[in-house]
């Protein structure tokens, strides 16, 4: 059984059109971070929120935390083919040590 | 600075051979964690090393293996390989040090096939 389940699974969209993805649990974190990776790279961190109910944003992309601190979502405004990867959240358990994936959203960005 | 390197970054063996990945941790990190990614499974932990000390592990068969050297570098052995075992691997480095969750900084990745 997957700690984290994401979201859709597959998103294929049109330049300039928004989005959001979901990352969700019946855990609690101490803390959930998202990466995006890119084919034949690794995982490249973008956020990591600590605090229930947090946001964050970074550019066209807003993070949130959920207040349970059980859920997350990223959200991105006006995407662009430069978007296009893999997006995977991650987080710890709050009585555990090992980062726990999602198995991640691949996202198509189409001109 | 240079990132964490993986080698090689592809490989083919048959089942019932072993392997042995290298991965080279940013400078100044002490901490190396492995990852299996499928597309069925996603990334999976498999252990961290930290200090030449395996810290965390796992839950995966004891076929799979890790160690680290004094200088941080580590490497990951699977033997008796499987056809299941075909996938990426990645490592990815840390200081290892705050106590919490240090932000990770993944490698590209060795490509794995077992025929």
């Known amino acids: 059984t997957q700690l984290l389940e994401q979201s859709p699974q597959f998103l294929s969209i049109q330049e300039g059109e928004n989005l959001t993805v979901y990352c969700n649990s019946s855990s609690v974190f101490s803390s959930l971070q998202w990466y995006r990776q890119e084919p034949g790279e690794g995982p490249v961190l973008l956020v990591t929120?600590?605090?229930?109910?947090e946001v964050k944003k970074l550019k066209r992309l807003t993070f949130q935390f959920g207040d349970a601190r059980k859920d997350s979502s990223l959200h991105i405004t006006a995407a662009q083919p430069g978007d296009t990867g893999l997006y995977l959240c991650?987080?710890?358990?709050?009585?555990?040590?090992?980062?726990?994936f999602g198995k991640g959203t691949s996202l198509l960005v189409t001109p | 600075k240079a990132g964490v390197t993986q080698t090689p970054r592809y490989l083919i063996k048959t089942r019932g051979q072993q392997v042995t990945l290298s991965c080279s941790p940013i400078s100044g990190h002490r901490s190396v964690s492995w990852y299996q990614q499928t597309p069925g499974q996603g990334l999976q932990f498999l252990f961290e090393y930290f200090s030449e000390t395996q810290r965390n592990k796992g839950n995966f068969p004891g076929r799979f293996s890790g160690r680290q050297f004094s200088n941080s570098r580590s490497e990951m052995n699977v033997s008796t390989l499987e056809l299941g075992d075909s996938a990426l691997y990645l490592c990815?480095?840390?200081?290892?040090?705050?106590?919490?969750?240090?932000?990770?900084?993944f490698g590209p990745g060795t490509r794995l096939t077992v025929l």
């Open positions: 990815a480095s840390s200081r290892g040090t705050s106590g919490s969750w240090d932000t990770q900084y």
């Open positions: 929120v600590v605090t229930g109910g």
């Open positions: 991650a987080g710890v358990e709050n009585s555990g040590y090992a980062l726990n």
